[in-house]
């Protein structure tokens, strides 16, 4: 349906939170205290983590749907969630993951997707939610822009139309930008010479440029590897491009499930999109660092490797198709993965990249990211996510290879003449966020990521002096990360990811890890420590007189991870028309980690109180946040 009415753009504003809401956040309080919620400047949680439900007897879909029905008024959706399609639905390794797009008059919000992931058992434990509440758009009456005349504008942006890679492609979407909603047209451009994949907004009605967003994943980088590379092959940290390379340097290995074309194309990868490529009819590959075909034979073997580690990890759902490989990208110091084509350039400088391992897997690493949520790592916020999960899986791999040496560095052959001869390192100190750099530091801000990520692996058993714990710690590591990655969002931020960890602890591992994993991400600056407590209340006496004193007696213990400087106990004390006729504060300071405190309050009745029976609750705040709470009733008598 079109809506009649002036063109116009309607404006976003930030919504401030209702009672409503609040009062549905409570509601799920009551099965988690520790619900941590992230509130949009939309006015709606964009994040939700916790225990959020009891087992809902549905498929998953309905049990979503179920749930965001049942708090609509929480996320400010429609009752009848008519404006949410389902565009995902994954079955991972420790539960269900739902994606819907919010959609207007038929037409996709750009960006706008709410995640939910619940365990094998339909409980919901974690909701990701881009929805822009109460939105309407005047759709224009009058014809907009032609599908031509947007690809024209689009093209005409980059001056390059003689050196598009396929035909641009279009779709109509809802694109919000900063404060306004527009209809407008999505034209995907594809170059080459150089490589690039863009992604075009126009105002529909008027042919205005809204935006220009870059969709290509790239990873800087200038390096090329044997196992994993000759730096640590020889475990040697002089070497340049131009060094002879010996023979040791070198590992025969085989190359598993080849089609028999003579071509390097298997199940999990093929080289077509290599220019003369390589073709040994006698699949006999048997090449040197000097023969362009080489690289070829990198990326096969330890993207191949890869991909049926990931699958012996119980993730059988991923890594099912073959990706394309080009190793003879553009004369640029530059990788990348192309979600669009589902495709993988090396760049060619210096050291080409194809030859070093630590390259092939990262840029393998996003492919397999983009498997599990499609577009993830294209913002700000997801990007160094994805960086930091690409540059750890890569470390982690290959942490055993020559008894460990240089582990903590990625990119060895590649980053030779970069400050520590790496790409990027696993073991930086940064710490969050004040180390956050923000806009255009995606790789550098993902180190701290893949900091915090070898830290959860040191702890499991990484750093242990038994090869076969660090063995064992990395298959329990890797598996824990790569299941938390279908907990994230497209705009998943550190602290998300760090919650989406937790919550794949508690699914495929009891929640063993659980306090490992805070330990390390609370020391990082990504978490903030939990806060926590235990408490038993009672009163006395149950009957009391009107003039009388009631005392309440209370056990506090703190069973979190941080001493207690400066906290509250409120008593809270209702008539049975639920209207506060007392409230009580006791403050506490001071108080260590596992300490008790017992608290005695009394309050002596008013003689104009009326008999009847009364409810208290007791409730502790720490830094102004409810930490726990306990309740019971009394009785005024005549």
């Not at 930030?14 to 009551?30: N, P």
């Not at 949520?373 to 294209?378: D, L, S």
């Not at 209207?579 to 104009?608: D, F, T, Y």
């Amino acid at each position: 349906m079109v809506n009649s009415g002036r063109h116009k753009k309607w404006r976003i504003t930030s919504i401030k939170s209702t009672k409503s809401q609040l009062y549905a956040l409570e509601k799920l309080k009551r099965l988690d205290l520790n619900l941590h919620v992230i509130w949009s400047k939309q006015g709606i949680p964009s994040h939700l983590c916790g225990v959020l439900s009891v087992e809902i007897k549905e498929n998953p879909e309905k049990a979503a749907r179920k749930f965001l029905s049942e708090y609509f008024k929480l996320f400010r959706m429609k009752e009848n969630l008519e404006d949410l399609k389902l565009i995902r639905e994954t079955d991972s390794l420790g539960g269900y993951h739902i994606v819907f797009q919010q959609v207007f008059d038929e037409l996709p919000v750009y960006n706008a997707f709410t995640s939910v992931h619940m365990d094998k058992n339909t409980r919901i434990n974690k909701i990701d939610a881009c929805y822009y509440p109460d939105m309407f758009v005047e759709l224009p009456i009058e014809k907009g822009i032609s599908q031509e005349d947007a690809i024209q504008i689009a093209l005409d942006a980059f001056h390059e139309e003689k050196k598009l890679a396929k035909p641009a492609s279009t779709g109509r979407v809802i694109y919000p930008k900063k404060d306004t909603y527009y209809a407008a047209w999505k034209v995907e451009v594809t170059l080459i010479n150089p490589v690039g994949e863009w992604h075009v907004f126009l105002d529909f009605k008027t042919g205005n440029i809204l935006e220009i967003r870059d969709a290509l994943l790239k990873a800087n980088g200038i390096g090329r590897v044997f196992i994993p590379n000759p730096v640590v092959a020889l475990g040697d940290r002089t070497l340049c491009a131009e060094s002879e390379i010996p023979e040791r340097a070198y590992s025969s290995v085989i190359l598993k499930d080849l089609d028999g074309s003579g071509y390097l194309r298997g199940p999990y990868i093929n080289t077509e999109s290599t220019q003369n490529r390589a073709k040994e009819m006698d699949l006999i590959f048997n090449y040197s660092r000097s023969d362009p075909h080489f690289k070829e034979v990198m990326a096969y073997y330890h993207i191949d490797e890869t991909a049926r580690y990931i699958r012996s990890l119980g993730f059988t759902n991923l890594c099912s198709k073959a990706i394309k490989v080009n190793v003879h990208g553009d004369f640029v110091n530059n990788s990348y993965y192309s979600p669009d084509t589902r495709e993988i350039t090396f760049g060619t400088w210096y050291i080409d990249d194809a030859e070093d391992a630590d390259i092939i897997l990262h840029e393998y690493c996003h492919a397999v990211l983009d498997e599990q949520v499609p577009g993830f790592g294209f913002n700000w916020n997801s990007c160094p996510i994805a960086e930091g999960f690409c540059d750890f899986f890569a470390a982690c791999f290959f942490a055993e290879i020559n008894d460990g040496f240089n582990r903590e560095c990625v990119g060895d052959w590649n980053g030779i003449g970069k400050i520590g001869d790496c790409i990027s390192r696993v073991d930086s100190k940064k710490h969050y966020p004040e180390d956050f750099l923000g806009l255009d530091s995606c790789d550098r801000d993902g180190e701290i990521w893949s900091a915090a990520l070898w830290d959860i692996y040191l702890q499991m058993g990484g750093a242990s002096r038994i090869k076969a714990r660090r063995l064992a710690a990395r298959d329990i590591a890797t598996r824990l990360i790569i299941e938390s990655n279908f907990n994230l969002n497209l705009n998943s931020r550190f602290e998300d990811a760090a919650d989406a960890i937790i919550i794949a602890d508690k699914n495929i591992y009891d929640g063993a890890y659980e306090h490992l994993i805070r330990e390390v991400l609370v020391k990082r600056g990504i978490l903030f420590p939990l806060v926590k407590v235990e408490m038993q209340t009672e009163v006395e006496p149950y009957l009391v007189r009107a003039g009388s004193i009631l005392t309440f007696s209370i056990n506090v213990t703190n069973a979190g991870e941080i001493a207690w400087k400066k906290a509250k106990i409120t008593i809270s004390i209702h008539n049975e028309k639920n209207l506060m006729v007392k409230k009580l504060v006791e403050k506490i300071n001071n108080m260590e980690v596992g300490k008790q405190k017992s608290i005695e309050k009394s309050w002596r009745i008013p003689k104009r109180v009326k008999t009847g029976e009364y409810t208290y609750t007791v409730s502790a705040y720490y830094s102004r946040k409810k930490t726990g709470s306990a309740a019971g009733e009394f009785i005024v008598v005549a």
